[in-house]
């Protein structure tokens, strides 16, 4: 047993001669490892008789305890040292200044979108939505804009190559072939609205040939004129928050609505500045209408026990309108200081929508 005294010396004097953790790890595999001095020990039992065995198993498995004692020990106090010297090293200078933290900014045309999409989940509608890259007839035709109609002329269409069947897809003008894609699809009662992305081919201080538009539909047995008015003024009041808002319905032209109103609101332009809700003076804010019979005739409906009421409205222009954001071409320029300038902090943003199914 000369061996094995002497391997618990040795061993207890490197355990606490390690240094550092990985010094004692180390030790620890020489000695208690699988291939370690002590588990070799422990292997020469079975070539041994049973007395032999018995006597000298007490003697290796007790070396093994003080060796397991003397690692958790030496253990503890390295952890420590290493914990101490990594507070030395590692202390923070709490007199420093700190990095000036950027916050990013909600773009304007979102937060407007944000807010008509609040406004009317409250009022029980839902979003709808569709392709960017529409069909002739969902654009056009079933909207009742049949091809010599001289509403084609008016949208400056961006037209895509020929599909296979010769048809020209095009980039759609505006949301309203939303309206037909969700009458084709679902049985009413219907009551969307639907934000997008539109386009024409048109470019300057009040047009851009990408913009948004918000479309709104209602369809249901006993929709009636009375519901488009009450909708319409509710959302112009609650949009620009002004309880008395004075609203407007002027008679107009839409392929799509018979009859067809559009939307003013009241406001003053007094001193090259603009208020609104007060004054004499009219602004067109938005184009509404009773569905025309035609429109839902293409859709599979029945005319003579289903109506209803849609409208549609520039996004950017009630942005510019609300914000007093006097060029619509600085919506797209990426400008970071005009952003920071006419941006929101995400916290206004969160939070408007309370209806959303
Ligand atoms: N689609 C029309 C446009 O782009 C806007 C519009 C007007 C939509 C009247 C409607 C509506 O649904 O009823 O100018």
Redesign the pocket.
């Known amino acids: 047993m000369a061996d094995i005294d002497y391997l618990k010396e040795k061993f207890l004097s490197d355990i606490s001669q390690a240094s550092d953790l990985e010094q004692l790890n180390e030790v620890k595999i020489a000695a208690l490892g699988k291939k370690g001095a002590i588990s070799e020990e422990l292997s020469k039992l079975g070539k041994m008789d049973a007395d032999e065995r018995r006597e000298a198993g007490q003697i290796i498995n007790s070396v093994k305890q003080d060796l397991n004692f003397a690692l958790t020990e030496r253990h503890a106090t390295l952890a420590k040292q290493a914990l101490e010297k990594k507070l030395e090293t590692e202390k923070i200078d709490v007199s420093l200044p700190s990095r000036p933290s950027v916050h990013a900014k909600i773009h304007p045309l979102s937060r407007t979108m944000e807010e008509i999409s609040a406004i009317f989940s409250d009022m029980g509608f839902v979003i709808a939505e569709g392709p960017e890259i529409e069909t002739d007839e969902h654009n056009f035709t079933a909207l009742n804009i049949p091809p010599e109609h001289p509403a084609r002329q008016e949208h400056d269409t961006f037209y895509l190559k020929p599909d296979d069947s010769g048809e020209r897809p095009v980039l759609r003008t505006?949301t309203?072939p939303v309206?037909i894609r969700t009458m084709r699809s679902k049985e009413p009662p219907i009551r969307i609205i639907v934000p997008g992305r539109t386009y024409r081919s048109d470019h300057d201080a009040t047009h851009s040939p990408m913009f948004h538009?918000c479309?709104g539909l209602v369809i249901g047995p006993n929709i009636h004129m009375g519901h488009l008015k009450a909708t319409l003024i509710d959302f112009c009041r609650s949009f620009f928050g002004v309880v008395e808002l004075p609203v407007r319905f002027r008679p107009s032209y839409?392929p799509?609505?018979e009859p067809?109103a559009e939307v003013d609101i009241g406001c003053s332009r007094e001193d090259g500045g603009l208020k609104i809700g007060a004054g004499n003076n009219w602004l067109e804010i938005l184009?509404?209408?009773m569905v025309n019979p035609r429109v839902l005739e293409n859709c599979g409906y029945d005319p003579s026990t289903t109506q209803g009421f849609?409208?549609?409205m520039g996004i950017e222009r009630l942005a510019m309108l609300k914000y007093g954001i006097p060029d619509l071409r600085t919506f797209y320029d990426s400008d970071l200081r005009w952003l920071h300038h006419y941006g929101f902090m995400p916290h206004d943003v969160a939070g408007l929508h309370t209806g959303i199914v």
Do not use: L
């Open positions: 505006h309203s309206q538009q479309e839409f799509f609505t067809s184009g509404s209408g849609a409208f549609g």
